[in-house]
């Protein structure tokens, strides 16, 4: 449930800038921690990343590097990085100050200069040729990373109001800036889409005005190719914009840095707020283009977020209270787009043509096979496996056996967690697969037990149980909504850094595009807005209306035709978004079986909406697992009914005050059993106790490391090597010595400090004293407030509260040590 956060009062970078410079220079692009590096507040990290960047990206190449010697040497040219680098600072200043200027300008717009449209397509096309430059540089220095900074900002803007509700305006109204609030504008797209993170593109109006629009979280795949991209919006496209922001940088919010200077367009802020019409829509009728042009595709064609052609007729003829009729439909039309919508990874808009062919008398009663077989399919991708199970109960015909089998197979697998929570076996196989999958997705049911959604005096909502349970017992088995691992498809070689320079927070890639997901999953199934807009943003942003609302324990869409047609497209607030997952979601976590596991920028970010409604605790009462994009969460002790179920936001194996600095963001201070023993231990022994952790704890850890390095050798293998052993290990326990004199004489055997310094001390103490190394084992299993059975058994009687995995390792060191 944490962010990747740094102060960013001195960040001042411009990443293109800076990566084209380095690459005209010969140099390394940045690898995931230089990158982050680039963060640093502190003046000596610039020459320190200049250093380590100012090496020859083709050294092994005998004339480049003469070359390079012949123009400078290795001092000149990391002076001239450490120059790159303060150059990008000031680029990156002036957008801040921009964003800045352009809030306290709102209030006193000046009006839109009108710009040839032929200015703007130029401009253009030369945007579209840069971004074809650099995604060829970024494959050219692969596996370095070349990537996309973009800026935040506070201020944003969604539209709440229907188009009912709205005028429409044009240019000749426009001011900048200025949020247009209570009209609506048409734009045409009249340029080829250009992709960064946000999608821009030269937009008309009907007086023949032109001007620049871009959208925020138009897509999570930032790796589509031209034609894939301008399939989705092709030219004479025309959409409708609610409550249009008129921006001097209309790129601000998911555009390069340009080092302030932006240029005047429309940025919409959330893709809510966009709607892609028919050139037969209602709204359009009377509508006078200065210059006509042909509708850019057949009405059977869905482009970006429409739905299905059958459901707009159908939506159309309910909205306007009338008998539904559509004369002569060919089902494999249907059939067609419903495909095309599962392959857009649209679900609901599948179902809503579904149920638009259900109103409209298409599918046969009993339903033709083929038919049930295309149901079973969308029902299947709304993880509603009852259901699809449902739609092929009949007997198939013989050629369609395999099909059915097939499918029935895949439907029973993805249940055997429906009822009681998945078995032994299935969490074996997905940890398996989370270990050797680079992005993995499951498909099985979710399960939750025996829990309930209760208010928490002064800490808002959290989960109770609603009967006793026992250490073990499985409690939620949930998927993550909008998943996004740095190994996806639209990740790769498209990394993301975004500065939100009000709040002083950095997010990497998965974070970025999670949010993309995020709102296209709600946007896609109105059902899921509760479990997301009902969880909280942070204490910063004022709760979404949903969040007083009771909170479900489970979501599926409506299975009656005309309430799933008529359900209201969400208003999804792109900052309430990113606050939830800021606050409510887990990650930014390293994947194992990322390419680039270890490095910082390959995490993957989790929003577990469900999970998310647990409050925090240093010492926990559950233990989740993750297993790829699902989490399994148990009871870690026996618990009574009524006792609420808490997690860790932080790790309850740091300090007091680093676990306090970083709950801060929450607005919350932790009074937890574990808190209450730091506490009474004193401020001055805190002090102290954190001091040493900082200061003496990690050389002895680098030093461990090293020695370990090589694996265990035997005793005999030279006196040397046992020497080596026992010094480490004298120091690690000297270490753990010192710690223990800042607890409390009265605290009892939980002391998490020192579980790691007694495990290693163990593993270096074995080679010569394995009496010794395994009353050091158990000593670090005790401090993690775990319990030991009898000398014989070695058992562990009570499961520990801190330190899960090594007191993993330690009860396997034991049998090792045995």
């Known amino acids: 449930m944490w962010s990747l956060q740094d102060s960013l009062a001195n960040v001042r970078r411009r990443m293109e800038e800076l990566l084209r410079s380095l690459r005209n220079l010969d140099l390394s692009a940045p690898n995931g921690e230089q990158v982050l590096a680039l963060f640093s507040e502190y003046p000596h990290v610039d ?11 083709r050294l092994e190449s005998s004339d480049v590097k003469e070359g390079i010697d012949a123009m400078m040497d290795a001092a000149l040219l990391s002076g001239a990085t450490e120059a790159m680098l303060q150059n990008y600072n000031r680029a990156l200043e002036k957008d801040t100050e921009l964003l800045h200027n352009e809030h306290k300008q709102i209030y006193a717009p000046k009006p839109v ?88 593109f030269v937009g008309q109006l009907p007086s023949g005005a032109a001007i620049f629009v871009s959208i925020a979280y138009f897509t999570h795949d930032l790796s589509l190719p031209s034609d894939a991209l301008n399939a ?29 200077k932006g240029a005047v367009g429309i940025r919409v802020d959330t893709p809510s707020d966009v709607q892609v019409l028919d050139s037969v829509a209602p709204i359009l009728q009377g509508v006078v283009w200065d210059s006509p042009c042909e509708p850019p595709a057949p009405p059977t064609r869905i482009l970006w977020r429409q739905e299905g052609p059958l459901t707009r007729v159908v939506q159309h003829q309910l909205a306007q209270q009338r008998p539904v009729h559509v004369p002569d439909v060919a089902k494999a039309r249907v059939h067609e787009s419903i495909r095309q919508l599962l392959l857009m990874e649209r679900p609901g808009a599948a179902w809503r043509e579904w149920q638009a062919a259900v109103l409209a008398g298409i599918w046969n009663d009993p339903l033709a096979c083929e038919d049930a077989l295309l149901k079973f399919d969308v029902l299947f991708a709304l ?84 009967k ?85 324990l489970r979501w599926e869409p409506p299975s009656d035709p005309q309430a799933a047609l008529e359900a209201a497209t969400p208003h999804v607030s792109s900052a309430y978004i990113n606050g939830v997952l800021r606050f409510n979601a887990f990650g930014p976590a390293p994947m194992p079986a990322a390419a680039s596991a270890g490095d910082p920028m390959a995490n993957s970010t989790m929003p577990h909406p469900l999970p998310a409604i647990l409050n925090h605790a240093c010492l926990p009462t559950v233990s989740s697992v993750f297993l790829g ?165 070695r058992a562990i009687c009570q499961l520990p509260y801190v330190h899960f995995d090594s007191a993993m390792e330690c009860m396997l060191s034991l049998a090792a040590f045995a």
């Open 468 to 552: 006793d349970v026992k250490e073990g017992t499985l409690l939620l088995f949930c998927r993550a909504i909008g998943s996004s691992y740095s190994a996806d498809k639209g990740c790769c070689e498209r990394q993301i850094l975004r500065c939100d320079v009000g709040r002083g927070v950095s997010s990497t890639t998965t974070q970025v595009l999670a949010a993309a997901r995020c709102i296209h999953a709600i946007l896609d199934r109105p059902e899921l807005a509760h479990p997301l807009l009902g969880l909280t943003a942070g204490p910063d942003i004022p709760h979404d209306p949903l969040v007083q609302a009771p909170y479900p």
């Open 383 to 466: 993880h509603t496996y009852q259901a699809a199970l449902d739609a092929i109960a009949l007997d198939p015909p013989e050629a369609l056996l395999s099909e059915y089998t097939h499918r029935k197979t895949k439907v029973t697998s993805a249940m055997q967690s429906h009822t009681s929570g998945p078995s032994d076996a299935l969490l074996q196989h997905m940890f398996a697969a989370t270990l050797t999958q680079s992005t993995p997705r499951f498909d099985y049911a979710e399960y939750v037990g025996p829990v309930a959604v209760q208010d928490i005096p002064n800490a808002g909502r959290g989960l109770v149980l609603t």
């Open 47 to 57: 020459k320190q990343l200049a250093q380590q960047l100012a090496v020859p990206a």
């Open 629 to 793: 994009d699902m989490v399994a969460t148990r009871a870690l002790h026996p618990l009574q009914k009524g006792t609420q179920i808490m997690h860790q936001y932080v790790q309850g194996e740091l300090a007091y005050q680093t676990r306090q600095k970083l709950l801060a963001k929450h607005k919350f201070v932790c009074k937890c059993g574990l808190c209450e023993r730091d506490l009474g231990d004193g401020i001055a022994q805190q002090r102290t106790r954190e001091e040493l952790l900082a200061t003496m704890l990690p050389p002895l850890l680098e030093r461990s490391r090293a020695l370990h390095k090589g694996g265990f050798a035997p005793a005999s293998s030279g006196t040397d090597l046992l020497k080596a052993h026992r010094e480490i290990a004298a120091s690690l326990l000297a270490f753990v010595d010192n710690v223990q004199a800042t607890y409390h004489s009265s605290r009892d055997a939980l002391r998490p400090d020192i579980v790691d310094p007694l495990h290693l001390a163990a593993s270096h103490t074995r080679l010569s004293d394995p009496v010794k190394a395994i009353a050091l084992a158990e000593a670090a299993i005790t401090a993690s407030g775990a319990v030991l059975g009898s000398a014989q058994g």
């Open 113 to 200: 200069k009108r710009v040839p449209l032929k200015a703007l397509l130029a401009a253009q096309h030369a945007t579209i040729r840069r971004r074809e430059e650099e995604a060829k540089a970024a494959s050219e220095n692969a596996p370095f990373y070349v990537v996309r900074q973009i800026n935040d900002t506070v201020h944003t803007f969604y539209s709440t109001r229907h188009v009912a509700e709205l005028t429409r305006v044009d240019m000749d109204e426009f001011a900048v800036p200025k949020r247009l609030e209570g009209r609506y504008v048409l734009v045409r797209v009249a340029s080829p889409l250009s992709l960064y993170c946000s999608c821009s």
């Open 232 to 260: 989705l919006l092709p030219i004479g496209t025309v959409c409708l914009i609610r409550e249009p922001y008129i921006s001097t940088n209309y790129l601000g919010v998911g555009g390069p840095i340009s080092g302030g």
